[in-house]
């Protein structure tokens, strides 16, 4: 138990041994401890009553906290079945690509892995980012042309890529 722990019991403790002897009509608190001997006994058996009191506390916030953390995951882990069951329906294929400076993949759904002859752990493992399996030249032309909006506010893309049997598949998107 922390010392800020039992330094508020014990002022908890004088606290009430003062306010009753106020309310009682008693002498100053000093008076208390000095003219009646009980008054040890009463101060103690307050300060175990607020170490109860501060324990019961605590373990119903631990409590309280555990239980919310676990409602939670259990909502985040539906959502994250949910997001799944709509990404793996995307029957073009979808990723998403971290912006860092090797552009890994964050994530494929199934419908893209199997575009290239892959399920999803065999093209993570072998297609870690979109470069290992486009064109050098396309990959080139991909990031150096200016992309220019239509009046839609939308631009096509289109390049080559490697699939796992040696194929080679024009993608455009």
């Not at 309310?23 to 009463?42: C, D, M, T």
């Not at 998403?96 to 890994?104: A, G, L, R, W, Y």
């Not at 199997?114 to 297609?127: E, I, R």
């Not at 990031?143 to 909006?149: D, G, H, R």
Request: proline letters at 2%; aromatic letters at 12%; hydrophobic letters at 45%.
């Amino acid at each position: 138990m922390s010392k800020f722990y039992i330094a508020t019991l014990c002022g908890i403790t004088l606290a009430v041994v003062a306010v009753v002897s106020l309310l009682h009509g008693q002498e100053p608190l000093g008076e208390v401890f000095k003219n009646h001997p009980y008054a040890f006994i009463l101060a103690a058996i307050l300060m175990l009553l607020s170490m109860a009191f501060f324990a019961v506390t605590a373990r119903y916030i631990k409590y309280k906290a555990q239980v919310e953390k676990l409602e939670y995951e259990k909502n985040l882990q539906a959502l994250r079945k949910q997001i799944e069951i709509v990404l793996r329906g995307i029957s073009g294929g979808f990723a998403v690509i971290s912006n860092d400076e090797q552009k890994t993949f964050k994530y494929v759904n199934s419908s893209l892995a199997a575009l290239f002859g892959y399920d999803v752990d065999g093209f993570l493992a072998k297609c870690n980012a979109p470069h290992s399996i486009i064109f050098k030249k396309d990959l080139h032309d991909l990031f150096t042309e200016n992309m220019v909006l239509d009046e839609e506010q939308s631009y096509s893309i289109s390049y080559r890529a490697l699939c796992s049997d040696g194929s080679i598949r024009k993608i455009a998107a």
